[in-house]
């Protein structure tokens, strides 16, 4: 399976998603430190999900970031997030 469609399946079975996206950007990152050749290294998520729902920016992105701490673990080096609300969408 794909980091990228790993990563998909744990938020999907984590949280109540209305939406998810997630997009492999490791190629924007060749030629820097952690650019590893041929692996899913960087990525772009958005998310959403009411489960944000009066939590700050900070509580969102540390609750998605506990969910994938075994992917940091591995090969994963970065992670862009947009989470948000459907009412903030």
């Known amino acids: 399976m794909s ?25 924007l990152h060749r030629g820097h430190a952690e650019h590893i050749e041929g692996e899913e290294t960087h990525f772009e998520v ?18 998605v970031n506990n969910f994938l701490r075994d ?4 090969s994963l080096h970065s992670i862009t997030f947009k989470l948000m609300t459907i009412n903030e969408n």
């Open 71 to 74: 992917e940091f673990e591995s």
């Open 46 to 63: 958005i998310i959403i999900s009411n489960d944000f729902e009066n939590k700050t920016k900070l509580e969102r992105h540390r609750l």
């Open 3 to 27: 980091k990228k469609a790993k990563i998909t399946n744990i938020i999907n079975n984590n949280l109540n998603v209305h939406k998810c996206l997630v997009k492999d950007v490791s190629e």
